[in-house]
C-alpha cells in the first residue's frame, strides 16, 4: 500500500515531483529545499538529494546518518550549498557536503551526546548545534579552510 509524496506548485496547480509507495509515517518525513537542492528522509537513517533545477532527478539516493529523528539543514545560499546532517559513524559528529557537487567537506565533533539541532547562518559560514542534552550552544566556522 503506502502513499505518494509529492512537491506541487500551488501558484501553477500542478504536480512537479511525485515519489509513489512511500512506507514511512508522515512525521517521520522531514525536508528542505533552496533553490538548487531537496533534501528529504525517504527512508530510515537516510537522506537522499534531488536536483530542483533538472525535473527532480536524484542525485545522492542515500546518504546514511546516525539517527532517524531528520536532523540535518540545508544551507540557503545558493553560492555555497552546504548540507549538514548526522555523521553515521558516531554519536555527536555533524558531517559537512558540498550538496552541489555532491562532495564531503568534512566531519566536526560537535558534542558528547546525540545532536538535537543544526542550523546553518544565511551565507552558510557558520553552523550553530546543540545536544540532546541542551547544555550548551556550540557555533563551526563551515568555510573550506575551516573543515581541513
Known amino acids: 500500500a503506502g502513499y505518494t509524496l509529492q512537491l506541487y506548485d500551488m501558484k501553477r496547480c500542478k504536480v512537479l515531483w511525485s515519489i509513489p509507495h512511500i512506507h514511512r509515517a508522515l512525521r517521520a518525513i522531514r525536508f528542505?529545499?533552496?533553490?538548487?537542492?531537496?533534501?528529504?528522509?525517504?527512508?530510515?537513517?537516510?537522506l537522499s538529494i534531488f536536483d530542483v533545477t533538472h525535473n527532480?532527478?536524484?542525485?545522492?539516493?542515500?546518504i546514511s546518518t546516525y539517527d532517524d529523528n531528520g536532523i540535518f539543514d540545508l544551507s540557503q545560499d545558493s553560492d555555497?550549498?552546504?548540507?549538514?546532517?548526522?555523521?553515521?559513524?558516531?554519536?555527536?559528529?555533524?558531517?559537512?557536503?558540498?550538496?552541489y557537487?555532491?562532495?564531503?567537506r568534512g566531519v566536526i565533533e560537535a558534542h558528547d551526546s546525540?545532536?538535537?539541532?543544526l542550523k546553518f547562518n544565511a551565507q552558510a559560514s557558520m553552523l550553530a548545534s546543540a545536544s540532546?542534552?541542551?547544555?550548551?550552544?556550540?557555533?563551526?566556522?563551515?568555510?573550506?579552510?575551516?573543515l581541513q
Not at 527532480?56 to 542515500?62: G, S, T, V, Y
Open 132 to 146: 540532546v542534552t541542551g547544555t550548551l550552544i556550540r557555533v563551526f566556522d563551515t568555510t573550506p579552510h575551516a
Open 56 to 62: 527532480m532527478r536524484a542525485l545522492h539516493p542515500c
Open 101 to 104: 557537487n555532491l562532495q564531503k
Open 32 to 46: 528542505t529545499l533552496n533553490r538548487t537542492r531537496l533534501v528529504v528522509t525517504l527512508q530510515a537513517n537516510t
Open 80 to 99: 555555497n550549498c552546504l548540507l549538514a546532517y548526522c555523521d553515521p559513524s558516531t554519536a555527536g559528529r555533524i558531517a559537512i557536503l558540498d550538496a
Open 114 to 117: 546525540a545532536v538535537q539541532i
